[in-house]
């Protein structure tokens, strides 16, 4: 089903306000789902929205909660999340780091107890406007496994990086893994096979049956390197948030549990140099115009397909799958 | 040539002393030589040392210079390496940084002008063993092609990562190149072709063709991220420190140009957390004793086959093409 954004946007803040979320909060964390789906990650989307509403109604969630800051060094933020919801104890991270790094440059926050923060890219983009660079990662449940190995260790981690430039911001956002558990699970749905190499069964078979790898567990990207990275940003989330390593994460996937991850937020101010940030925008410029493999595919630099998408989006409305559209609104009737 | 470690530390640093490098300097820029040949990176090893010796010689490289330290906000040092030797440099830099970061929690070193800092793992390790979490990358000559793209737009921009456990650090140091240009050329020497996807020729087709690769382009690692990652990291070395972008790099492969790239060393205090880094090796332990894809190849983490080539190269020597060790000993003999 087509949907226009300002109605879904209103839709999904509704829903949130109902569940006793003020009405700040529920704007952010709408249009952490709305940006999600206009850039075509429903992942991070409105497919979110119900298990969310089912947390701040059963305590898992706490619609109130923005996180209590601690700094045990001048550049160093802890946060306890209080169960608050992920977009609002990570923006409010966000202001306190951004002024900070007026002052020292370079600060980072640590926080944990809080729930999903969704698209990584939406705090990248948010720094790298105010002219900051940003690194942005999180651990969560254990879904991919380690190169070489056959058992789900890690995380599907992901990063993202934002820069300033001299046009739009430049923002990265990957997940560690090859990809993401939902690729496998619409497979499955359209009883397509996966490509070799995506994943393994329960026992550790390669599998190219999607059915057998919602059981199993998924590559990471890039080899032994992606492997390497997103190890190392399960160590790094864990020492500095306190967070739970990937085995024992429980709680940005269901309703059941407290989301016990651990998320950080890295911001380093290069100072105001309209040279600098306009000399990487030549430089992008300059790689999107150099000799592509295939002509009619030109060279892309990372967020150019995301803010295709978004465009066409906003023009064209937003594709909700009808069963998720019927469930939105079967919520709503229900308030009244 | 088999030759022992403690020989060849002595020679590289007898022939740095007689170009005027300072005892301890030499000894440092020696370490580094050194250590990547103990860990079976010979083309950060005394391959190297040659060309060092020009650039010295020909004021290049300046033999006592340290770079010029300047701190614009508390967590953020800007270096003017002053053409100084790279490890010099780099450990100057770190030393301020960790002294800084015990107040701080976190600080970052943006250096330019400095020559080749060698293997990012080497500045890594030495945070880490100091209990101190490290983040190390730099930027390089254009020689690997974005994702898509066909022309060398990008440097190898490795990163390292260093994190204390409760046992050895954790240290994982990658290019975000598919393979190195030293493997290219080993393959050309052998007279192997390459396999498919590592390169592209001149212009631009897919080759295997170690000829026609060297003078082409290499891959990114892991498709469109490990282009991303790559990319994110040249754009923030190239903002921070102020370098050449990877098209106008020079200097690191050559010895007729000043080393225009740029390094950054980012530091983290997690602080004094005994259970929290005990808590790191445990999971790494059980990482290493999860399921092998072959149960001939146990899973491991980074650094362990480091660890490994170190161990039986301190044992057995390590092992240097005679073409290298003669031209390293003819020119000790022309000290004489």
Known sequence: MLCQEPLLRALATE???????PASAARLQSDLLI???????????L??????????ANGLADPVASGRHRWPRVGMLEVDGQRGLGPVV??????????????????????RDANHIGMLAYYAEQAATRGLIALVTCNSEALVHPFGGTQAMLGTNPLAIGLPTGGAPFVLDMATSLVPMGRIHAHALRKEPLPE??????????????EAAKAGTIAPFG??????????????????AGSALAPEVRGTLDD????????????????????????????????????????RHPVEAPGDGMRRRRAAALRDGIDVPDALFDELHGLRAALA
């Open 15 to 21: 829903l949130l306000e109902s569940r006793g979320v």
């Open 256 to 295: 059941t549990h407290v989301a016990n991850k651990g998320d950080l937020l890295l911001l380093i101010d290069p100072g105001r140099d309209a040279a600098g940030t306009r000399r990487l925008s030549l430089y992008l410029d300059a790689l999107r115009a150099s000799r592509p493999a295939d002509p």
């Open 35 to 45: 940006e999600a789906e206009l850039r075509g990650l429903p992942s991070h989307g």
């Open 90 to 111: 990570m923006m409010s991270a966000l202001e306190a780091l951004a002024t900070t790094v007026t002052a020292t440059g370079i600060a980072v926050a640590a926080i």
């Open 223 to 240: 080899g032994a390197k992606g492997y390497g990275l997103g190890l190392a940003l399960e160590l790094m989330v864990a020492l500095l």
């Open 197 to 210: 190499g995506w994943a393994v069964d329960a026992q550790g078979r390669p599998t190219t049956d999607p």
């Open 47 to 56: 497919q979110r929205l119900p298990r969310l509403l089912s947390r701040v």
